[in-house]
Nanobody, 120 residues
Framework: QVQVVESGGGLVQPGGSLRLSCVAS????????MRWYRQAPGKEREMVAE???????NYADSLKDRFTIAGDNAKNAAYLQMTDLRPEDTAVYYC??????????????WGQGTQVTVSS
């Protein structure tokens, strides 16, 4: 069974930084893409950033100046470096991993989420 585990969330003051980690483990043939999403209370889940094993990256337009995603293929991991954090960044951050099977299918796996709270 594939597992996706996020870590690194917490309470940070406005202007501070956090680094989130996401690690996928289990029977993984290959990873297609890893994404970070977030969901604030009362709002829909939104995509934050994504990275492929080949190094392609995309960001939500409103976040690309403050957030940076990086992947580590050897560890099946993705990291989200967040800087200049603002109260509106408060949300549960989720990692999504799309995994290729050996027979041409692709499956989505989600982590349990990690809470990020930006407050003074």
């Amino acid at each position: 069974q594939v597992q996706v585990v996020e870590s690194g969330g917490g309470l940070v003051q406005p202007g501070g930084s956090l680094r989130l980690s996401c690690v996928a483990s289990g029977p993984i043939f290959s990873i297609h893409i890893m994404r970070w999403y977030r969901q604030a209370p009362g709002k829909e889940r939104e995509m934050v950033a994504e990275v492929t094993p080949g190094g392609s990256k995309n960001y939500a337009d409103s976040l690309k100046d403050r957030f940076t995603i990086a992947g580590d293929n050897a560890k099946n991991a993705a990291y989200l470096q967040m800087t200049d954090l603002r109260p509106e960044d408060t949300a549960v951050y989720y990692c999504n991993v799309q995994i290729n099977t050996g027979w041409g299918s692709r499956y989505d796996y989600w982590g349990q989420g990690t809470q990020v709270t930006v407050s003074s």
